[in-house]
T-cell receptor, first 116, second 111 residues
C-alpha cells in the first residue's frame, strides 16, 4: 500500500522569498505520477504541478518546481518568488495505474503562510 | 472551473438521517472518485467508479454507498448519519491517466 509523509505541518515564508515543501512516499509500483495540490481557504483543490515517474527531468510550472528523487522516493515542491496568493494547504499525492484505477493517496498536508 | 459539478454545496441534517450527494464529472471523463475531508484533516479516499463499475474502494463505511449511472454522474449515499460524518465531501473525475479534477465539494453538517 502506498504511504505519503509530509513532515512539515506548517511553514512560513516572506513574500518574494523561496520555500521548499517536502514529501516522501512509499510505493512498490514502477509506473506512477506524483502531484502537488493546493487548497486555499476556499477549500477548492487546485492542481499545482505533476511529475511522471518515468521522466528524469524535474517538472516546472512557472514559479513552481519539483525536486524528484525517485530512488529516495522524495518529491519536494519549491515555490519561488512567493506571493500572498500562495498561502494555502499543500498536499502531495502519488498515484498509480492499473485497471483504470487512478486514485490519489494524499499526505496530511503542509499549511503555508506567506508574510508580507 | 474544473468542470466537475457537485450538489448540494451545503447540507445540514440531523443524526440518524440519510443524505445523497451528487456529482457530475467533466465531459468525457469515465472515472469518478469520492473523498472525505474532515475538519483540518487530509483527504481520505472513499471509492472510485469507472464507467459505471466500482473500481477501487478505500476507507468507506458500510453506512455509505455510491453508484455511477449510465450518464456517468455519480451519487454518494450516506445513511444513519453520526456527528463524526460531518465533513467536506469531494468528488473528482479523471481520464484513464493523469490528474484528478475536483469539484468544489459538498459540506455536510450533522447536528
Amino acid at each position: 500500500a502506498q504511504t505519503v509523509t509530509q513532515s512539515q505541518p506548517e511553514m512560513s515564508v516572506q513574500e518574494a522569498e523561496t520555500v521548499t515543501l517536502s514529501c516522501t512516499y512509499d510505493t512498490s509500483e514502477s509506473d506512477y505520477y506524483l502531484f502537488w495540490y493546493k487548497q486555499p481557504p476556499s477549500r477548492q483543490m487546485i492542481l499545482v504541478i505533476r511529475q511522471e515517474a518515468y521522466k528524469q527531468q524535474n517538472a516546472t510550472e512557472n514559479r513552481f518546481s519539483v525536486n524528484f528523487q525517485k530512488a529516495a522516493k522524495s518529491f519536494s515542491l519549491k515555490i519561488s518568488d512567493s506571493q500572498l496568493g500562495d498561502a494555502a494547504m499543500y498536499f502531495c499525492a502519488p498515484t498509480t495505474f492499473g485497471g483504470a484505477t487512478n486514485k490519489l493517496i494524499f499526505g496530511t498536508g503542509t499549511l503555508l503562510a506567506v508574510q508580507p | 472551473d474544473s468542470g466537475v459539478t457537485q450538489t448540494p454545496k451545503h447540507l445540514i441534517t440531523a443524526t440518524g438521517q440519510r443524505v445523497t450527494l451528487r456529482c457530475s464529472p467533466r465531459s468525457g471523463d469515465l472515472s469518478v472518485y469520492w473523498y472525505q475531508q474532515s475538519l483540518d484533516q487530509g483527504l481520505q479516499f472513499l471509492i472510485q467508479y469507472y464507467n459505471g463499475e466500482e473500481r477501487a474502494k478505500g476507507n468507506i463505511l458500510e453506512r455509505f454507498s455510491a453508484q455511477q449511472f449510465p450518464d456517468l454522474h455519480s451519487e454518494l449515499n450516506l445513511s444513519s448519519l453520526e456527528l463524526g460524518d460531518s465533513a467536506l465531501y469531494f468528488c473528482a473525475s479523471s481520464e484513464a491517466r493523469g490528474e484528478l479534477f475536483f469539484g468544489e465539494g459538498s459540506r455536510l453538517t450533522v447536528l
